[in-house]
């Protein structure tokens, strides 16, 4: 199946849904109030966008989506790979990493607030906690599934502990640090909500709620439409680019057999 094949197969669903959409709202059978038109969409978002508004909200959420996923990449990583090595850490430690996994992030908000107030730390803590676990765990079984007859070559071939790191655990962990980024990128954009409902003046979040007090269903419709465009398209390019490592990967896992 050709790729132009696979585009118009994936736009089938959404062209029918946007058709049903469009034919019922004329016909009268959909309240307009409540689901405005595709036509009002349209309208609402071309306003949005050359005021500028939808700029400002996307560069706020953009700025904090990107920050928490950083910081809880850079949280998650060294501990997940720590853990994976030193395995009677996971002793000491699943206690309270369990607890913390199972706490929804949004129910953190209150206590984030009296921590951190209700500046921007609060809105990128909430962000770090739903993006933290998918890529530990994700590195965390990378790290403990590294095959070891690999590293039995490299102890015939007398690599330290740092070259058996970065040379065989780092690269057969890839596959799973990236499925874990890309998870992690998803929950973030999914706790984008929760992180702007902390008294933020911009975002999308923000602009959607905003949108409800003031009964705009339709620019609800464009903060929604828009959260799931750029979820697309950040991942999309994502999984292009885990696409390379994976490549790179098996090009090294491939070498290591031939040692073998």
């Known amino acids: 199946m050709t790729k132009a094949k696979k585009v118009l197969k ?40 050359k005021k500028g ?24 990583f060294p501990t997940a790979v720590l853990i994976g090595i030193i395995r009677p850490l996971e002793d000491y430690l699943i206690l309270i990493i369990e607890f913390v996994r199972h706490v929804p992030p949004i129910a953190c908000i209150p206590m984030l607030i009296l921590w951190l107030g209700i500046g921007e730390s609060s809105k990128i803590a909430v962000i770090i906690l739903a993006a933290f676990f998918p890529i530990f765990l994700n590195t965390l079984n990378g790290v403990i599934n590294c095959d070891y007859r690999l590293l039995e070559v490299g102890d015939v071939f007398g690599f330290s502990v740092k070259d058996k790191f970065f040379k065989i655990i780092l690269p057969s962990a890839i596959p799973y640090v990236t499925v874990g980024m890309r998870l992690g990128l998803g929950y973030s954009w999914r706790a984008l909500i929760g992180a702007e409902l902390i008294a933020a003046s911009s975002g999308i979040g923000y602009m959607i709620m905003d949108a409800e007090q003031l009964s705009r269903p339709d620019i609800i419709i464009v903060g929604i439409i828009t959260i799931g465009m750029l979820g697309y398209v950040i991942d999309l390019l994502f999984f292009s680019l885990t696409a390379k490592l994976s490549s790179w990967n098996k090009e090294g896992a491939k070498s290591w057999q031939e040692l073998e």
């Open 53 to 76: 508004t939808l700029a400002k909200h996307v560069a706020s959420s953009l700025y904090r989506v990107f920050f928490g996923f950083l910081l809880a990449f850079i949280l998650a």
């Open 10 to 49: 994936s736009l089938f669903l959404p062209a029918a849904i946007f058709a049903i959409w469009y034919l019922t709202s004329n016909a009268g059978i959909l309240n307009t109030y409540i689901i405005p038109p595709p036509q009002e969409i349209f309208e609402t978002a071309a306003v949005l966008i």
